[in-house]
């Protein structure tokens, strides 16, 4: 949904009247949507690598890592480095990064489009149409990069010595020739869809389950318990079984606060610093 508002916010501002042989507002408009769409992404960049290690420890903890399920969240923040190292946090961290211009990119031209078909066709405009243009949107531009963010996934759940993939590349071979081909890159993707919906973002607390379920169906034959939970409800189920409500359909939830301020703080701030070094303001 904060992507969503953000979008809703993003029409760019009438470009002023310049002096001639100063370019013209035309030469000042051309690249405006590139200038703005490279802000997001540093910015995007950024909040994603300050908050990488909550999230290597979050699908750790969530997928219940045999070498950290006993822990919690920041005595998995402190056995990680003892035993993979300070850059064991960011693993999984660069596929997030190649990840992010590619989504921000689908995502905004994706807005542009739905904006203009929700208007012509439903004749819906205002907040609303912005809301609702911006939603599908965002679920656009992650059907779209699921299979980067099931890399990271993949990656961000191994430990050192015990590597099944050893960089991004070799993990889509590997998936593709084991798991179904193309098919095998969108485990998951119902829980993500469904967790994206209009009311997700209000409802926070209640659909963290689909968050869960994502990343354990996303890590498919990694886990053992592979077979058992081959669909989004077989995998609740199992979960649910195991681990019960707290230790398991909503275990990690913690982390989803402590990122936010950070994660919201360095995108905000980084983004102004980037408008300003692009001449968006």
């Known amino acids: 949904m904060a992507a969503a508002a ?86 999984g961290n660069g596929a997030m990064m190649i990840r992010i211009f590619p989504y921000g990119a689908i995502q905004f031209m994706a807005f542009e489009h739905y904006k203009t078909l929700i208007t012509t066709k439903l004749g819906v405009s205002g907040h609303v149409h912005r809301l609702m243009a911006g939603s599908m949107a ?58 994206m919906a209009p009311y997700a973002g209000i409802f926070k607390f209640g659909i963290y389950p689909f968050d869960v379920t994502r990343r354990r169906m996303q890590l498919g034959t990694v886990l053992p318990e592979y077979e058992k939970c081959l669909t989004m409800w077989e995998t609740m189920k199992y979960v649910y079984g195991h681990h019960g409500i707290r230790r398991g359909l909503y275990r990690g939830l913690s982390l989803n606060y402590i990122r936010c301020v950070p994660s919201q703080a360095v995108a905000f701030t980084t983004y102004e610093l980037m408008k300003q070094f692009f001449h968006l303001n």
Not at 47 to 67: E, G, S
Not at 142 to 167: N, S, W
């Open 138 to 195: 965002g679920m656009t531009a992650v059907i779209c990069t699921y299979p980067l963010d099931m890399v990271r996934v993949r990656l961000a759940f191994q430990v050192k010595g015990e590597h099944t993939y050893t960089g991004i590349i070799h993990a889509f071979k590997t998936i593709y020739a084991k798991e179904g081909g193309f098919l095998g890159f969108y485990r998951g993707l119902m829980p993500t869809i469904l967790g």
């Open 6 to 91: 953000a979008l809703a916010a993003a029409d760019p501002p009438p470009a002023m009247p310049q002096a001639a042989g100063a370019g013209g507002p035309t030469a000042r408009r051309d690249f405006y949507w590139l200038r703005s769409f490279l802000a997001g992404g540093i910015a995007g960049c950024c909040a994603k690598t300050t908050v990488a290690p909550l999230d290597r420890v979050k699908v750790l903890l969530q997928a219940h890592n045999h070498h950290y399920k006993h822990l919690g969240v920041f005595s998995a923040l402190r056995a990680v480095p003892q035993k993979e190292g300070y850059l064991g946090l960011y693993k």
